[in-house]
Structure formats: C-alpha cells, structure tokens
C-alpha cells in the first residue's frame, strides 16, 4: 500500500479537577493551538462529555480541520491507560468506571486514548523535558493528590491491570488519616495538598508559638509557602514535616524500583527548598544503602498544563490511527 501523506497533528487534553486544557500538537511537539473550560462546572460526565467534544471540535475547526487530526490524546487523574477510562477517581466528580475515550471516539469519529495524569506526564518529561534521556526515572506529581508513574528500562511500567506506580496509595501510618481513596493511613493524606494544611494544623495544637498561619481565615499549601517566605517559624516547620514524610514514601519506592532520578511535577512542587531540603535529607537516611547519595531530586521546569498536553499528545501518536475524515 502506498501512502503519499500522513496525518501531521493530534489533539492533547489534560484533565485536571480545575481545568481542561486542550492543545493540537504537530509531529514535532510544538503546540499550535490551545484552549479550555473550568471542569468542575460540569459534575455530570454526559453534560463534560458534551462540552469537551465542542470545544476540540471548534479548535481543530478554527485551526487546519479534521483531514489534519490523526488521533486524540487524554490524561486523567485515576485514568487506565489499559482500558481507556476513569477508574474510581477519589476526587474528581465522576464516580465509577467512565469509559471516556470510548464515548469521545462514537462523538468525535476519530481515535482517543487515555491514561492517567502521571503517565502522561512521565511521557512528556522524557520526550521534551528534565527525564530526556533517561531510561529509569519516576515522576512524582504533588497536588491535590500524589500521583506517580516510572519508567524501566526505558519502558513505562503500568504493572498487570494499569495500576502501577500508584505510591500515593501506599500505606504510610497503619490506620492513619483518611484518604480521599477511603483507605487509612496513605501517603497522599500526608503530603498532598490536604495532608499538607492537617500538618499545620497538627503544629499549631502542639505548639503555643505565634505564627501567621492562626491569623490566616484559611490555609492552602501556598499561603503556607507565602508564610515559610517571611520567615514563620512553624509553616516552615509544617513543610519540614511534610518533606520528612515524602522523603519516607520515595526511600521505600527507590529501594524497590532504583530510578536515576525523580522529578517533581504539580503545584505543591514550586515549594522548592522548603520541601525538598527536608525530604532529600529524609530520603538519604532511610534509602537502602546501595542506591544513597545516587538517586536525583529534580523539579520540572515545563509548565504544568503545557507538559500534560504534549505528554497527551504523545500518548495520542502511539494510538492506532482510526478517523470518519479520511
């Protein structure tokens, strides 16, 4: 069979509890066209379905048209890239098993992939950012939850049933806090965005010291970090905590997978030192001897949304081609 083109373009969409963001992406990885709508104003899946499908359709419409488009990409918090679906996200709004990419290709006529968020991400560190090159590497996303996908031997591992690498939903303190999962004591419910303000709130009851955070009418992990940058005392002990922690979780998933490097993605990431200080320290006193002072702490330098869409976009290119627009 001879074929005198190919298609040039995919379509990236990246999931997020606040924001779908949507990019076309060309065969060289540069973005041409973006956009995107607040997610959580669309709890029903039928009514975000409806919505995400017209807003690809009117960007691939205003930018080349469909005989461009070869496939569409997606990640998704709790996204199975095996089955293409949403499994039991804890804190998205949709419940349940959501076959998306299948309901998006009877809508769109063309081919959709999805994953989870982490994988994507993964995916697009080692093709466009700081896990370039690298054959045995693991991406931590910090943020409402902990996610986490590596790669082995230059391979993404999803483990038998597509959930491999889920160190955010392993067991930290037996009977602990409770998770978003339902499960006690995970280590998501000590260093994700909630664990993070129930560590402040530990430290404010354990401690009589003053400190911005008993003024503030809420806490978030970054009004903690705005405190730590004026010099309190107890939110730059909150991170402490919060790093010691992490640096527990990543030494007892270094000793078992043996990464180069992990590289930090998510809002909480841009913590920086006030995390990380702690958790490498952390992370060296507890990791099996043989891999300590070898494994690499590094923050992404790609912009969130842009590294989840051209990881989406990567994972769209490795989809069997399938279009009504030929």
Not at 97 to 121: C, E, F, Q, Y
């Amino acid at each position: 069979m001879i074929q005198n083109a190919i298609k040039t373009r995919v379509v990236g969409v990246d999931i997020s509890l606040e924001r779908t963001s949507i990019g076309i992406v060309d065969i060289r990885g540069e973005i041409i066209a973006t956009d995107s709508f607040v997610t959580s104003e669309h709890p029903y899946i039928g009514d975000y379905l409806s919505v995400l499908c017209q807003h690809i359709l009117n960007l691939v419409e205003q930018n080349g048209g469909y005989e461009s488009i070869r496939s569409v990409g997606i990640c998704s918090p709790s996204g199975n890239y095996r089955t293409s679906s949403i499994e039991n996200a804890p804190n998205m709004p949709w419940k349940g098993v959501v076959p998306l990419a299948a309901m998006l290709r009877d809508r769109l006529g063309m081919a959709v992939v999805l994953a989870n968020n982490a994988h994507a991400m993964a995916l697009g560190e080692q093709a466009f950012g700081a896990a370039h090159g690298m054959r045995d590497f693991a991406v931590v996303s910090i943020g409402h939850g902990l996610g986490s996908c590596f790669y082995s031997n230059g391979v993404v591992h999803l483990g038998n049933d597509g959930f491999g690498g889920e160190v955010g939903h392993t067991c930290f303190v037996p009977n602990g806090r409770v998770c978003g999962c339902g499960k006690k004591g995970c280590l998501e419910a000590y260093v994700a965005a909630n664990g993070i303000v129930m560590n402040a709130k530990e430290i404010l009851e354990e401690s009589d010291k003053p400190s911005l955070m008993r003024e503030a009418e809420t806490l978030s992990p970054r009004i903690i970090q705005h405190f730590c940058e004026q010099g309190d005392e107890l939110a730059i002990e909150t991170y402490r905590r919060t790093g010691y922690y992490l640096g527990i979780g990543l030494a007892n998933y270094a000793s078992i997978m043996n990464p180069e490097a992990f590289v930090f993605t998510g809002g909480i990431a841009q913590a920086g030192k006030w995390l990380f200080e702690s958790a490498n320290d952390s992370f060296e006193e507890h990791v099996f001897h043989n891999i300590k002072g070898k494994v690499k702490f590094i923050v992404s330098n790609l912009e969130n949304r842009t590294r989840n869409m051209l990881g989406a976009s990567v994972l769209a290119w490795s989809v069997k081609e399938y279009s009504l627009f030929k």
